[in-house]
């Protein structure tokens, strides 16, 4: 089933169409939805504004050029994969055949690369507010959904997506190394206050203004 973030089912009838039989024109689309070719144009305008298709030209001959209409990759991602599943087998596998150090040699690479995220922020020496708004604003790029909060005495750093969400409740060591990585970004004491894995909303992480005496 498509994921539904549209109001407007004719929207989603486009992607499922584009999705089944590849790129089509505005005649097209029309002729298959029994709508017009304004009315059509008027839906494409609004899925490319939201970057769920582009198009290219249509070879053909000499006259006014025609475009096909397709499918980014953002809306590929609307539809349901089994990544996480296939994810949980694969790790599962491994322990299976090689021990349960093997998967925590994984998780521990899975931190270096996690660390390497952050290269290009130039975290060092930047105030605890602003480094933290930097670290927030690269998880949420890479699709972690993450904001900072601030009181009068911590902040808080919540996490609202787990990417890992499938594997992490199964081997609890993902949430862990998460932990460390924030631990060295941050240079402060970080505390995990909740977590998405225990069936809170959000993986929450406490960080004082002030270190401990």
Do not use: W
Not at 69 to 80: G, I, M, V
Request: hydrophobic fraction near 35%; include cysteine; glycine fraction near 4%.
């Amino acid at each position: 089933m498509l994921e539904q973030i549209h109001t407007n089912p004719t929207r989603d009838k486009i992607i499922y169409l584009l999705k089944k039989k590849g790129p089509l024109s505005v005649e097209e689309l029309a002729q298959e939805l029994r709508i017009t070719s304004m009315g059509i144009r008027q839906h494409l305008l609004s899925l490319e504004k939201k970057g769920y298709i582009d198009y290219v030209p249509r070879k053909q001959g000499i006259g006014r050029p025609a475009f096909l209409y397709r499918l980014t990759s953002k809306a590929q991602n609307l539809f349901p994969t089994m990544y996480d599943e296939f994810l949980l087998d694969v790790f599962q596998d491994i322990e299976a055949s090689n021990g349960r150090q093997k998967i925590d040699d994984l998780f521990a690479r899975h931190k270096v690369r996690f660390l390497n995220y952050f290269q290009d922020a130039q975290l060092d020496g930047k105030p605890l507010r602003e480094r933290l708004m930097t670290i927030a604003d690269v998880l949420s790029r890479k699709g972690y959904l993450a904001e900072l909060v601030e009181s009068n005495n911590h902040f808080s750093l919540r996490i609202f997506n787990c990417p890992l969400l499938r594997l992490s409740s199964v081997y609890k060591d993902a949430c862990r190394y998460h932990l460390e990585v924030f631990r060295e970004l941050i240079g402060k004491e970080v505390n995990r206050e909740s977590c998405i894995v225990e069936g809170d909303t959000s993986c929450t992480y406490v960080i004082p203004k002030k270190s401990s005496p």
